[in-house]
């Protein structure tokens, strides 16, 4: 897992400091999620788990969208 979170997704502040931020690395992981979960893979595996795997794999496809995002800068 990347310690580089890519900051925030959405740098706009409504001056409330409490509110959550979603990193740009969480917004890559949510899109990449949606992505996965339109896909028929037809995988025979318990639901939980396969949510499990399919939210690992986001999170594994982020790291390398932000470590690309990094070279192009």
Known sequence: MSD???????????GASDIPVITLRDYF???????????????SAPLSLLHEMLAVRAYQIADEMMKARTHEQ
């Open 4 to 14: 580089n979170t890519g900051g925030s997704a959405f740098p706009f502040s409504d």
């Open 29 to 43: 992981a949510a899109q990449v999620m949606n992505g996965l979960l339109c896909q028929n893979n037809n995988v």
